[in-house]
């Protein structure tokens, strides 16, 4: 039960794949590889090649089988109850890009942390795994979820639709930021997420610590992919739409940023609905 299959040769499966150790076996498993028998996965593909991924996947997984997901968003989770066995989200701060022969270029393994989405996680299973990741269990995990959520909504939309590095936003973009995040505020507070009351300042000290960074709704767009955006601000408008609270910068933001981000049942065959 040593072996590790990480679904996904991209950025992050390259990466954590590079960091597993020879005791854990990691084999990598790119879109055109015949998928083997199943005991552990790691899955690094895109929010929203999620659900046809757990469709291909759901053959080769048996009631023993453990899957952790490492992907951006929410509203992917109803896909994945078609896969057998324990189910594990990781909400990581890792950061890896693919260069033009996509080879990863790790920057930082960051930190992950990992909760149960379907099935209770075993910690003495995930004990060999997480040090070498660096990577901690963090039960429940839907309020990290929301957190990353809440930070990639105000950052990565604006990037995109302002095609600037996240620092340029505090330079040449900050009231338009200052906007989102007063919009995003109550959400945050009615979700009782502990970035509550500090979500602007949160948000700023983000934009500094990676000014130089290309978000990866931008990093995605300039490469010609779709972006994760339909799985990033749906959640919040929805949220939104719910409690009655008016965010017109989000859901401008959302009508320019739609022709480039799938929403998760377009990504679903329609015979498996
Ligand atoms: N990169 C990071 O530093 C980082 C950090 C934290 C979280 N994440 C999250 O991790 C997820 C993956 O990100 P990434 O940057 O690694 O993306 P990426 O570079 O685009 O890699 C995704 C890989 O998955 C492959 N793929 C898609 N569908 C597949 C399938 N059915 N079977 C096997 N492989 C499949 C893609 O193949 P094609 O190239 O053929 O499409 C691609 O190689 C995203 O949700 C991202 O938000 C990434």
Request: net charge neutral; with cysteine; proline share 7%.
């Amino acid at each position: 039960m040593n072996k590790w299959h990480v679904l996904g040769a991209g950025a992050l499966g390259q990466w954590l794949h590079r960091h597993l150790s020879p005791e854990l076996q990691g084999q990598l498993i790119g879109r055109t590889t015949p998928y083997p028998r199943i005991d552990q996965a790691l899955i690094c593909v895109k929010a929203y090649d999620l659900p046809s991924l757990a469709l291909s996947l759901a053959p080769h997984l048996h009631s023993d089988s453990l899957c952790l997901v490492v992907a951006n968003g929410k509203g992917f989770e109803s896909f994945l109850q078609y896969l057998a066995g324990q189910i594990g989200l990781v909400i990581s701060t890792a950061a890896a890009w693919r260069d033009s022969q996509g080879i990863s270029q790790g920057v930082t393994l960051g930190q992950g942390l990992v909760g149960s989405i379907q099935g209770k996680l075993e910690p003495q299973r995930l004990a060999p795994l997480l040090p070498l990741l660096n990577w901690q269990l963090s039960e429940p995990i839907e309020q990290q979820q929301w957190q990353k959520l809440a930070l990639n909504a105000c950052i990565n939309p604006l990037t995109l639709v302002h095609g600037c590095r996240n620092g340029q936003l505090l330079e040449q973009h900050l009231a338009q930021l200052q906007a989102l995040c007063a919009e995003l505020e109550p959400l945050v507070s009615h979700l009782k997420l502990p970035l509550a009351g500090a979500l602007a300042t949160q948000v700023q000290a983000l934009c500094q610590a990676t000014a130089n960074n290309h978000s990866s709704s931008l990093q995605d767009f300039l490469a010609k992919r779709p972006t994760e955006l339909g799985f990033i601000l749906p959640p919040w408008l929805e949220l939104a739409a719910r409690l009655g609270i008016h965010c017109p910068t989000l859901a401008q933001l959302w009508q320019q940023v739609e022709p480039y981000s799938p929403l998760p049942s377009s990504q679903f065959p329609s015979s498996a609905c």
